[in-house]
């Protein structure tokens, strides 16, 4: 068996009151890390964790929020930066001649706000802790969309592919203080807001993924926990994805 070396972590997920934040703020709970569970939506502690209420898109909120971990534990070892929100939307939508619809500001902004801003003002918040901790690891959700694109995700997409972009400048910029920084490209994820989509829907995603099944949120966890690991030690500056194969099969 593989030793993780996380026993008694301290460990920030954002996003965790569902999905793939909670099952992941669950696996780490189960490995014996203090975890502190983020969420702009109401929400549970893991055993032996605490939840916060938090706007990662508010500075003010997220530096207050970190204070409040490093009071109670002392650091921040490891940051999940999973929180995301969708607005979709076509960039400009034309039918019949004339223009139907377009993306707005709003929903660019907010998926922008939360998807990437968010990570940025998560991570600026945690560094400090890790280095004076002597490391750490930041790990970014990003997406297969943020891969290969996808109609009508212009927001979604841009923020993905910035997250690994951001996720390359700090493995570079942070290594020194022994901070690994890597991102997670999850595939097709049977949350709940997956799970209620048309069965017609669900079925053309395992069809589209050559392991012929939609992941669960543990395999995203679980995926989490391996490069928070020291089994993962060497690993820094990646995009890991989790998807079935679905980009080789794209």
């Not at 983020?38 to 964790?49: Q, S």
């Not at 916060?52 to 530096?63: E, L, M, P, R, W």
């Not at 004076?132 to 790990?139: E, M, Y």
């Not at 050559?210 to 395999?219: I, K, T, V």
Request: aromatic share 6%; hydrophobic share 45%; proline share 2%.
């Amino acid at each position: 068996m593989i030793e993780t070396g996380l026993r008694n972590k301290v460990v920030v997920v954002t996003g965790g009151a569902a999905g793939i934040g909670k099952a992941t703020a669950r696996r780490f709970a189960q490995e014996g890390c203090r975890v502190a569970s983020w969420d702009v939506k109401d929400g549970a502690a893991e055993e032996g964790g605490i939840f916060q209420k938090v706007d990662t898109g508010n500075s003010v909120a997220v530096d207050a929020a970190v204070r409040e971990v490093v009071a109670r534990w002392g650091t921040v070892n490891v940051l999940v930066n999973n929180a995301g929100i969708l607005r979709d939307g076509q960039l400009v939508k034309y039918k019949d001649g004339a223009v139907a619809g377009i993306m707005s500001d709003e929903q660019f902004d907010a998926v922008i706000n939360v998807n990437l801003k968010g990570v940025f003002l998560c991570a600026r918040a945690v560094v400090p802790h890790m280095i004076a901790g002597g490391g750490g690891v930041i790990l970014n959700a990003s997406s297969v969309v943020g891969l290969y694109g996808n109609f009508g995700q212009t927001n979604y997409v841009a923020a993905k592919s910035g997250l690994i972009g951001m996720t390359r400048v700090w493995a570079r910029e942070l290594g020194k203080y022994h901070i690994r920084v890597n991102a997670v490209a999850p595939g097709f994820i049977m949350t709940d807001m997956v799970k209620a989509m048309p069965e017609k829907i669900l079925q053309g995603m395992k069809d589209h993924t050559p392991l012929g099944r939609a992941g669960e949120p543990e395999d995203i966890a679980n995926a989490y926990l391996w490069l928070a690991s020291e089994a993962a030690s060497f690993v820094s500056g990646t995009v890991l994805s989790v998807d079935g194969g679905v980009v080789t099969g794209t």
